[in-house]
């Protein structure tokens, strides 16, 4: 269990009353939940503020690994959270699968969408989602995009708080994703441009997978065709090289599809599927 803290400097305390205050507001709320350091927190706040009337709904989608999803559920389940799981069909809109920069945003308005639906069935009054500080900064972040188009909240962004503040006050909850390792959806192992499908995306969770098993925190397996890049922290880089580890990483890859097995010596990084690696 993540260990509680209690000293909490007043500024990120009143970034908090004023999160439950925007939550209170709405009444009742739907928010797209993950798992994540993010969703987590805004899933406890609203379960605390609002009690039944806060809704999670999380998607299950080939892009989520099952080990996130388990956990996700067994969290809410523990806390007692209202949890709904929900289809998304993002893997059969072309403009998806076809991965060029706005990826992202047909993702996020396909669950926009089945949380609209499933919000307007249930009566509830708000759809909302994660999104921090940070995030009004990254023009990147094309998500957004979608959520203001779909009018869906953004209440910790709302009350300016950022992602250590979130992690601060997670620890403090005793939430264990607080210090959890930050996430992405498969999908985004992709260099842009290459096309996305149900068998890729389950190859990079099995590699991924290993990675976990392992022990390793921060980690990714960025797909290029038949080779498999692994990215570690850089701290860990020594470790995934031991023999025995090295042998279990190749060998669970080669099993998951991949011919060529390399490992990324920059370390992790985010974003570094954008472009294939270059020739030679």
Known sequence: MTETVTD???????????LKAIISAYGSMAVAYSGG?????LAAVAHEVLGDRAELVIADSPSIPRSELAAAQALARERGWNLAI??????EREDYLKNDPLRCYHCKTEL???MENYARDKGVAVTAYGAIAEDALDPTRVGHRAARERAVAAPL????????EIRLLSRRRGLPTADKASFACL????????RV?????????????????????QYRARHHGDLCRIE?????????????????????????????????????????????????
Request: hydrophobic share 35%.
């Open 37 to 41: 350091v993010d969703s987590t927190y």
């Open 232 to 280: 570690v922290h850089s701290a860990d880089i020594p470790k995934l090289l031991e023999p025995g580890i090295r042998d279990t990483i190749v060998k669970g890859c080669r099993e998951a599809g991949y011919r060529f097995v390399t490992l990324d010596l920059a370390g992790y990084r985010t974003g570094s599927s954008a472009t294939a690696p270059g020739p030679g």
């Open 86 to 91: 929900i289809k998304t069909n993002e893997f």
């Open 8 to 18: 909490i400097p007043n500024p990120v305390l009143e970034k908090e009353s004023r």
């Open 112 to 114: 926009f969408q089945q």
């Open 197 to 217: 499908s149900r068998e890729a995306v389950s190859a990079v969770e099995q590699a991924e997978e290993i990675l976990k098993l392992l022990g390793f925190h």
């Open 187 to 194: 999908a985004s192992r992709f260099p842009t441009g290459t």
């Open 157 to 164: 962004q709302d009350a300016g708080l950022s992602k250590d």
